[in-house]
């Protein structure tokens, strides 16, 4: 059954097995694999219950409705718009869908650092099986590639770089282009049309449009949650849910700031710090054709050229397009006034790829006095450089491509004309950094074996904290560089399993 | 000792206080020369704090290009009011702090005894290019707030499709 916070009239108390807080990717199969294992499971959503139907492909509501803070998140310097999902399914709703395995490098690297051997590529492969399986994930077909996606395809064959197509979780795409903005057709296989059914069917119940203001301990076990209804006001009635175990899943934000709000144990002060954020930088490059890079796929092709995955490495950099609705071209283009009109003219000629960033620069969430999560966030040098380096490589992609110019994200020379001016971006990077967005905050409750260096162990388990679990991004101990949700889906499976083990002894 | 008053005598100071206090705000405000039409109704920002974002947005939008629909058609500072109105009240006071300091930047960088609404609109321009490509993050984090806020509010009505030749949403609802 989904419920609403909006029909409460009063307090109420449940219990149950386990209580989820957020419903993403990690809470969403979470609660769908936990509820198959025969648990009593309840996940609570602050946002909204939203149905194919909900999707009206106006970017101005969408962002509203489906991003946390209504998509104006960001870190306290304004210089990473820190973008997450709202909802009943997360950030699942409005994501592009992409599906790729944590790389190998990054796994093996965390076995050997932090001896997270569960975690190494084989162990987890029948995991990434299952989860692929069960979310219908597949290559895309190269006849649906829009022209957006085919610059970069072009533009890596003219360089020789690696890349190549994309795996997504869609089915009955009309191909649309308004993914970031939920999906009409209901072609996401995601968490609310695979797993919530899935979850329903096996008696878990769903509350929405509550938010959970605390964590319930009672004699150093984790017991339960404090849940306040959304309404009107923040005064609204309270819903208590007793568990016998709690899993927070609500995001490397929401999860670190609950935790803080809660005051959970946290003796090695580690609880917050390590946030990555796999920030993007986005180059435009304008052609003699149409692109129309709204229509189509937003997402299928990918260039690996410029990423190993290796701790330390300078090639940190993942390059995928990153087109754009009005609103968030619009924002992203550098510059303001009459000369940003202009180049919004060309708006059907524009291709636009963005350099994701691996990065190692590590941030913090924090909570203000009113317990909202606030984001510190600053990159480092050698992460700064990398970053440069990626937008030197988009514009040269964008120029073998076929573009006729390249606009920086930046106040350098524009527009860039030649391979030779593209490549000296990498160099004028600072002081001017560009305006980054972020879609894949991590590692705010990082898992090890050690508790001296993780949150929790390496099957989600709070260190010294009897009932309590982390089922979202949060546990990754460095950033993926690359898509996450396959990997967070992959949590919530490994959480489930190691929930309902726990709870048999 | 507090004197007790009686209640209607506690009334009449209380509805004589209001009175005053309510003439004292429409004169401070036509004074400073923050007014507007009260019939906007605004949700979040102060009738200042909307001028200043309007003028901002003027300058930042620059929608005087043939074929684009105006920024003050499109109710652009309004709309923008209209989404303030969703975020965390935490935010909400960020963004009007950000605007009080953009009116006040003249003087307080550049110790011109004027104010970012009443300078022309190139005066407005070099403060928004100062603010753009400053040394300081936390300036440019301003700026890109800023032009992010114009850009929803003008960006997402759909009049301004038509500078961008934009084809909108595939389905009518």
Known sequence: MIRSGRTLTHDQQHSCDLVIVGTGAGGGMLMAEAARAGLRVMALEEGHHLQARDFNQREREMIELLFQEAGARATEDGSVTVLGGRGLGGSTLHNTNLCKRAPAVVLEHWAEALGLDGWRPAALGPDFAAVEEQLHVSTIEPERVNANNQVLLRGMQALGWRGGLLQHNRRGCAASGFCELGCTFDAKENVVKVLVPEALAHGAEVWCECRVERVLLEQGRAVGVVARALGEDDRGPTLTVRARAVALAGSAIGSAALALRSGLPDPHDLVGKNLHLHPGAAVAGRFDVPIEGWMGIPQSVECTEWIDYLPGSPRRIWIVPAFAHPIGFAAMLPGFGAAHMRQLRHYRQVAVLVAMLHDESAGRVTVDRSGRAKIRYRLGDADARALGDGIAACARLLLAGGAREVWSPYGAKQPIRTDREAQALARAVRPLAPPLTAAHPMGTLPMAVDPRRGVSDGEGRWHGVPGLYVADGSLFPTSLGGPPQISIYTVGRRVARTVAGDLSR | ?173
Request: glycine fraction near 6%; hydrophobic fraction near 45%.
């Open chain 2, 1 to 173: 000792m507090v004197n007790p008053i009686s209640r209607r005598r506690f009334l009449r100071r209380s509805l004589v206080g209001a009175a005053l206090l309510a003439v004292a705000g429409t004169v401070g405000r036509h004074l400073s020369g923050y007014t507007i039409d009260e019939r906007l109704r605004l949700r979040v920002l102060s009738p200042k704090q909307y001028l200043v974002l309007a003028a901002a947005c003027r300058r930042l939008l620059a929608a005087d290009e043939p074929g684009a629909v105006s920024v003050d058609e499109v109710e652009t500072a309004l709309s923008i009011d209209r989404y303030l109105a969703e975020l965390p009240r935490e935010l909400q006071r960020e963004l009007a702090g950000l605007l009080e300091l953009l009116e006040h930047t003249p003087f307080l960088f550049q110790l011109r005894p004027s104010r970012f609404s009443r300078l022309d609109a190139a005066a407005q321009d070099r403060v928004l290019e100062d603010w753009e490509s400053s040394r300081l993050p936390f300036r440019r984090g301003c700026f890109q707030a800023l032009k992010s806020l114009a850009m929803v509010g003008y960006y997402g009505d759909p009049r301004a499709y038509a500078v961008l030749d934009y084809t909108g949403p595939m389905i009518q609802r």
